[in-house]
């Protein structure tokens, strides 16, 4: 049986050699909340520590970097915008010259500045957690807006998910990193292992 093609493939849409100094970069909600809150992903650590990483070469390349920080309602349980889990965690803190822009739907779009502040490119590099949720939508909706976007696997975690046809089972993350990310390579971004798999 033949490998499976993705509609990239199919549509021929070549893989390239992804440049940083070519690309905006979107760090999506690297906050507390993931990595000592109510809600600490699978591979936190070494995900901060490419993205930290990933964060040093964009500031050396000088391209615009987006930093995005979920709020939920006051009094929430997660992303209370009043409690100390909201923060940026030191690993991805934004320098000063640094957009910060909070956001309160998975889609870092949806009712946000971002379309009209991304001023010098139209490829993306997305990194940020949780890779099922606001990664998967951002990348999404920024395919649907013309952009060319490149997601940063080893720069993004989630969580073990409940697995719903089966009580009291969950779906490992590890997996479920790997679907999401197969299905956005699948049609709407390129997807690159390691951040050290990008070009300067």
């Known amino acids: 049986?033949?490998?499976?093609?993705?509609?990239?493939?199919?549509?021929?849409?070549?893989?390239a050699d992804v440049k940083i100094s070519e690309n905006t970069l979107l760090v999506i909600?690297?906050?507390?909340?993931?990595?000592?809150?109510n809600v600490k992903l699978v591979g936190i650590e070494p995900a901060l520590e490419s993205l930290a990483r990933l964060l040093k070469r964009a500031r050396n390349a000088g391209i615009q970097i987006i930093h995005f920080q979920h709020h939920?309602?006051?009094?929430?349980?997660?992303?209370?915008?009043?409690?100390?889990?909201?923060?940026?965690?030191?690993?991805?803190?934004?320098?000063?010259?640094?957009?910060?822009?909070?956001?309160?739907?998975?889609?870092?779009?949806?009712?946000?500045?971002?379309k009209d502040k991304l001023i010098a490119s139209q490829n993306l590099l997305v990194a940020g957690f949780m890779t099922h949720a606001c990664i998967s939508a951002t990348v999404r909706s920024a395919?649907?807006?013309?952009?060319?976007?490149?997601?940063?696997?080893?720069a993004c975690a989630t969580r073990d998910l409940p697995d719903r046809s089966k009580?009291?089972?969950n779906v490992p993350a590890a997996l479920v990193?790997?679907?999401n990310l197969a299905a956005l390579a699948d049609i709407f971004a390129q997807?690159?292992?390691k951040e050290s798999d990008l070009k300067d």
Request: net charge negative; charged share 25%; glycine share 8%.
């Open 1 to 15: 049986m033949a490998s499976p093609k993705t509609f990239r493939e199919l549509l021929g849409v070549k893989t």
């Open 29 to 37: 909600d690297a906050q507390r909340e993931y990595l000592d809150g």
């Open 72 to 114: 939920a309602p006051k009094g929430a349980a997660v992303f209370d915008p009043d409690g100390p889990y909201v923060q940026i965690v030191e690993q991805a803190k934004p320098e000063a010259e640094e957009l910060v822009i909070v956001k309160h739907f998975p889609d870092a779009f949806i009712a946000t500045e971002l």
């Open 143 to 154: 395919g649907q807006f013309g952009f060319n976007t490149t997601v940063v696997a080893n």
């Open 167 to 169: 009580d009291g089972a």
């Open 177 to 179: 990193h790997q679907a």
């Open 191 to 193: 997807v690159v292992e």
